[in-house]
């Protein structure tokens, strides 16, 4: 099992960036996709969430309006379009599975990716 992301990089406030996570070794499409971040000092937070079929999206009040989680199941990958980044954005991102079967809980980490939004 392995999630890959990549896209993660240094920014101007004000500019996009791209993360892009794929999947490797399990069922994608049974699992729910998050995108986590964690700031250095700072706990780590959901960032975005999607359905295992995509119908379904929740986003932090921080970066609503400004973020969209997308996925591909035909791919095996999920995206996060970051727009109108701020300062505050920096953290390293992190693609997260996660699926309840059975009364069993199956989450999976990235290795995480590094967003810097600074001038």
């Known amino acids: 099992v392995q999630l890959v992301e990549s896209g993660g990089g240094l920014v101007q406030p004000g500019g996009s960036l791209r993360l892009s996570c794929a999947a490797f070794?399990?069922?994608?499409?049974?699992?729910?996709m998050n995108w986590y971040r964690q700031a250095p000092g700072k706990e780590r937070e959901l960032v975005a969430a999607?359905?295992?079929?995509?119908?379904?999206?929740n986003y932090a009040d921080s970066v609503k309006g400004r973020f969209t989680i997308s996925r591909d199941n035909a791919k095996n990958t999920v995206t996060l379009q970051m727009n109108s980044l701020k300062p505050e954005d920096t953290a390293v991102y992190y693609c997260?599975?996660?699926?309840?079967?059975?009364?069993?809980?199956?989450?999976?980490w990235g290795q995480g990716a590094q967003v810097t939004v600074s001038s």
């Open positions: 999607i359905s295992s079929v995509g119908v379904v999206t």
């Open positions: 997260h599975a996660y699926r309840v079967l059975g009364g069993y809980q199956y989450d999976y």
């Open positions: 070794g399990f069922t994608f499409s049974r699992y729910a």
